[in-house]
């Protein structure tokens, strides 16, 4: 909750809008109160091969299959998960209670003749290659094949204004005091609070109950700025890349930090997608994953890219990215081998990668996402391009993004009808 103060007026100002309001006062009954800020917790059990039942993986885990009773949905009216996978999703009984009250966008990777299952009660739309070449046409051709990148399909035809996405293997965690994580509403809290990317404040996010700027904030920047990306953690498997998996089989995170931060402007990170939420409005049009998979060179460095891109946007455009909570439960560590024939060119090429982004910078003629991810998209193909041939069709595929993005939210465009679409009460095609 935001918390008035004599000097935190504008605070209160700037989230003054019916459904902000509305949702802060839901997720004050949605968040468990924290009272630690640093916990060691207990290290399950590996979890079993997919293969087995969510009920006998569960029950080998320090995890219950489901919360107590149905929660608080703020903003479910206003908000899409997008869901990437190549498997069936059992993985949402678990979820029930926090996802059900929203609408669900998959996107199928993979075969699409596949049938995925989907656990009744669920409203969502299903989309497989099929759908993505039909809806986008020529330009499915930036859209990434075999691989989780093609969960931005998902970001372009939403229609709502905030995205939260989470991998299939991603369970609800536990806190110190061994609630169930309410990962969602922690996300939406995060969104709908001011950051503060121009100055660091020592407590951290003072916004939140029972913090403050400390002595020495200035006050001209207490008002904070519009948070456009909630960047959550893990606990049990950590995302590490392939090198750091090899050398470490069996490290599993248990260390729980109760705290949200903001990346100062100017800093880069690596954004993880398995657990990630952002304001479309304001974002959406640079959550672009890139090329990787199927045909590329590269995998594993989908969201990456779309962080590193995001984070020089975001901080020309004066707005924030929050990082912390909320952890989910990460469940299946994925074959460090296979990653490490997926990453290598990109753990290489990123030393060229990361000293581009932190010079980048983007005229003030760029007011908009939209033109700021066409011009960095001309500076890709200008330094990057030398590098590799890789990078000069990437580069092209930033401008394609941009192409069907305005085309696919333009007013006047409703081009999702023909998807595999169910709702709670019914499983039939429409």
């Known amino acids: 909750m935001v918390r008035q103060s004599p000097f935190t007026h504008k605070v209160t100002c700037f989230l003054n809008t019916s459904h902000q309001s509305h949702a802060l006062s839901s997720l004050s009954l949605s968040l468990s109160p924290l009272q630690i800020p640093t916990h060691r917790l207990p290290t399950s059990p590996p979890p079993p091969p997919h293969s087995l039942p969510l009920k006998i993986y569960i029950s080998s885990t320090n995890m219950s299959s489901k919360p107590a009773?149905?929660?608080v949905a703020p903003l479910k009216d206003e908000l899409d998960i997008v869901i990437p996978t190549i498997r069936n999703l059992d993985f949402l009984e678990m979820w029930r209670p926090f996802f059900e009250q929203y609408h669900l966008i998959i996107v199928q990777d993979g075969d699409p003749s596949k049938t995925i299952h989907v656990?009744?009660?669920f409203d969502y739309d299903l989309y497989n290659r099929n759908d993505i070449n039909r809806i986008l046409g020529p330009?499915?051709?930036?859209?990434?094949?075999k691989d989780s990148a093609c969960r931005?399909?998902?970001?372009?035809?939403s229609k709502k204004k905030y995205i939260f996405t989470i991998d299939d293997d991603c369970f609800v965690a536990k806190d110190p005091s061994g609630q169930d994580i309410n990962a969602l509403a922690q996300h939406i809290h995060n969104l709908?609070?001011?950051a503060?990317?121009?100055f660091f404040n020592t407590l951290y996010d003072p916004y939140r109950e029972g913090a403050d700027f400390v002595r020495g904030y200035p006050f001209s920047l207490r008002e904070g700025a519009p948070t456009a990306v909630s960047h959550g953690l893990w606990l049990n498997i950590p995302d590490y890349d392939a090198p750091t998996q090899l050398v470490k089989p069996r490290e599993r995170n248990t260390r729980y930090v109760d705290a949200v931060l903001t990346i100062p402007k100017g800093t880069l990170f690596p954004m993880c997608g398995m657990n990630l939420a952002f304001d479309r409005e304001l974002i959406g049009a640079a959550m672009y994953f890139g090329l990787m998979g199927d045909g590329q060179p590269i995998g594993r460095y989908?969201?990456?890219w779309a962080g590193w891109c995001t984070k020089v946007i975001t901080d020309h455009l004066g707005l924030g990215v929050k990082t912390g909570l909320p952890y989910i439960w990460h469940s299946k560590a994925s074959n460090p081998f296979v990653n490490l024939k997926k990453e290598y060119k990109g753990i290489y090429w990123q030393e060229d990668i990361i000293p581009f982004?932190?010079?980048?910078v983007l005229p003030k003629e760029c007011t908009t996402v939209q033109k700021c991810y066409i011009e960095l998209s001309k500076m890709v193909k200008e330094k990057l391009g030398p590098i590799d041939p890789y990078f000069q069709k990437l580069a092209d595929a930033m401008v394609t993004w941009i192409e069907v993005w305005d085309e696919l939210n333009s007013a006047a465009v409703a081009p999702v009808a023909d998807a595999t679409k169910k709702d709670a009460s019914s499983s039939s095609k429409k």
């Open 152 to 157: 931005c399909f998902g970001f372009l035809v």
């Open 192 to 194: 709908l609070t001011p």
């Open 69 to 71: 009773s149905k929660v």
């Open 302 to 304: 989908d969201d990456m």
């Open 119 to 121: 656990p009744e009660g």
């Open 357 to 360: 982004f932190q010079s980048a």
């Open 139 to 145: 330009k499915a051709s930036c859209i990434s094949f």
């Open 196 to 198: 503060t990317p121009f």
